[in-house]
């Protein structure tokens, strides 16, 4: 195996490991599990009406996961499943009046110290790592994909 490369791939996952550190830092600051925190971005920063299913292919976590996640913020009353309607089964998570106020209060700080971060850095650059970063997935996720 090439040498450079070998090292260019350690580095984008030694990257990412210390990226996803500093989500496990900050959701522990928090006091909550580090699989809540794309949960909570997505419930306080959106509008739209999402599923179990729907977080678990937009956050990339097993069907499970996310199942357990929600599970545990419905135990602590910051969600409710509600049935969607004109649906047969499909339920969609809101918010509570207590789950919007830990959010605000306890959360919320992480995604706009995300936001501060970002506006530091050059746009231009954070285009190119999304566009290197999405050929690499796609790419390795095809090799993945083929191996016997």
Do not use: C
């Amino acid at each position: 195996m090439d040498k450079k490369i070998r090292e260019q791939i350690d580095l984008i996952n030694q990257k990412t490991k210390e990226l996803n550190a500093l989500y496990r830092m900050a959701a522990y600051k928090s006091s909550i599990s580090d699989g809540e925190v794309g949960i909570w971005s997505t419930l306080l920063n959106s509008r739209e009406e999402y599923s179990q299913q729907d977080l678990a292919e937009m956050l990339s976590l097993p069907k499970q996961t996310v199942n357990s996640l929600i599970t545990r913020m419905i135990r602590k009353e910051f969600v409710v499943l509600d049935h969607a309607p004109g649906t047969r089964n499909r339920k969609v998570i809101r918010l509570t009046e207590a789950g919007r106020y830990f959010g605000e209060q306890r959360v919320k700080w992480i995604f706009e110290a995300e936001q501060r971060a970002m506006e530091d850095t050059d746009p231009a650059e954070v285009m190119a790592y999304v566009s290197m970063l999405e050929k690499y997935i796609t790419r390795f996720r095809k090799e993945i994909e083929d191996k016997d």
